[in-house]
């Protein structure tokens, strides 16, 4: 793929989140993939599970918007980050444990890598910067 082809993949998984798309962003997944996020124990390798992942942020975060901080675009991969920035109104679920909500506005960062095979995405890596978001949301001791 072209570099502006990358980039563009890239700009519809940025929409597929800011507009809460679950389906848009799936779509752009091989059939055969990985997604690994450094807070779940184990990679995510099916399109529902995806769906379910991005499900679980909007349900914690149903005002959520992501924007692009920065990009770096390879031969057939991207590195980027992001910034989000929501409200905590539904449980959010960290480490496979469901915490209430705080009703606290939270400005979070992260950083994920992809690789592509064949113009779709075979590998995503995401690393949510979770215990400073754990520190907004006041969920961890002393915050």
């Known amino acids: ?14 929409a597929a989140w800011d507009q809460h798309n679950p389906d848009d962003f799936v ?14 124990p184990e990679a995510l390798r099916s399109k529902d599970e995806v769906r379910q992942y991005m499900e679980s942020w909007f349900t914690a975060f149903p005002d959520m918007r992501i924007l692009s901080i920065n990009r770096v675009v390879g031969d ?6 992001v910034e989000f920035t929501g409200t905590n109104t539904g449980p959010l679920v960290v480490g496979g444990m469901e915490m209430p909500a705080t009703g606290k506005s939270v400005t979070s960062t992260g950083a994920y890598f992809f690789s592509v095979r064949d113009g ?9 910067d979770g215990a400073g978001l754990m520190e907004q949301l006041g969920l961890l001791p002393g915050a």
Not at 6 to 14: C, I, P
Not at 120 to 128: L, N, V
Request: proline residues 2%; charged residues 35%; negative net charge.
């Open 1 to 14: 793929m072209s570099s502006e082809e990358l980039q563009r993949l890239d700009e519809q998984g940025m």
């Open 27 to 40: 779509d752009l997944f091989a059939e055969d993939f990985t997604f690994s996020d450094v807070t779940r």
């Open 76 to 81: 057939d991969a991207v590195a980027g980050e």
């Open 120 to 128: 779709k995405i075979a590998s995503f890596s995401a690393r949510p």
